[in-house]
């Protein structure tokens, strides 16, 4: 699958909080900073995002969104 998006960043998920419509995953990455995303909870339960994986970030204008590698 190819993005559009050339901004990628190694990342861990820390936590998910489904909603019923939207989610929030909260991810480390180095140094140790931290990043969140918004995304729709059938995305979330599509990728099956858990805390402890690693995925990578594809950061696009305001948008940061996870690729299950």
């Keep these: 699958m190819r ?5 990628q960043i190694k990342a861990k998920v ?3 909080k489904k909603g019923d419509v ?7 990455v180095e140094n140790p900073h ?3 995303s ?3 909870t ?5 990728l099956d995002l858990k805390p402890g994986e690693t995925v ?5 204008a305001v ?3 996870p690729i299950k590698e």
Excluded: C, P
């Design 22 to 28: 939207m989610s929030q995953v909260r991810f480390t």
């Design 38 to 40: 918004v995304l729709t």
């Design 56 to 60: 990578l970030l594809a950061v696009k």
């Design 3 to 7: 993005y559009g998006a050339r901004n």
């Design 34 to 36: 931290e990043m969140q």
């Design 42 to 46: 059938e995305s979330v339960e599509d």
């Design 63 to 65: 948008h940061v969104i």
């Design 14 to 16: 820390v936590s998910v």
